[in-house]
C-alpha cells in the first residue's frame, strides 16, 4: 500500500533533489524511498554484529532441552 509523506527541507535541497531527479529520471519519491530501503537494510546489517566465535556457536543447543531444572540441579552437584 503506498502512503503520502509530507517533508520540510530547505528550499535548496528541494531544487537539488529535483535536479538529481531530472539526471537520473527517477521521481524524488522513488530517491527516497531508496534512501528509505537504505537505511532498512543497513539498519538489518547492524542488528547482526556478532563475531565469528559467537555465530559459529548459534544454534548448538537447539533441541536440548534444558530447562531451569536442570541447571539447578548441575549447580547443586557442582557446588556440593
Known amino acids: 500500500m503506498l502512503t503520502k509523506l509530507t517533508l520540510r527541507m530547505d528550499d535548496n535541497l528541494i531544487e537539488s533533489a529535483k535536479e538529481y531527479s531530472l539526471q537520473t529520471g527517477k521521481s524524488v519519491s522513488r530517491i527516497v524511498s531508496d534512501l528509505f530501503e537504505i537505511i ?32 539447578k540441579a548441575y549447580l547443586e552437584e557442582k557446588y556440593s
Open 40 to 71: 532498512k537494510n543497513e539498519k538489518i546489517k547492524r542488528d547482526d554484529p556478532l563475531p565469528p566465535t559467537v555465530r559459529s556457536l548459534r544454534g548448538v543447543l537447539k533441541g536440548k532441552g534444558g530447562d531451569e531444572k536442570d541447571y
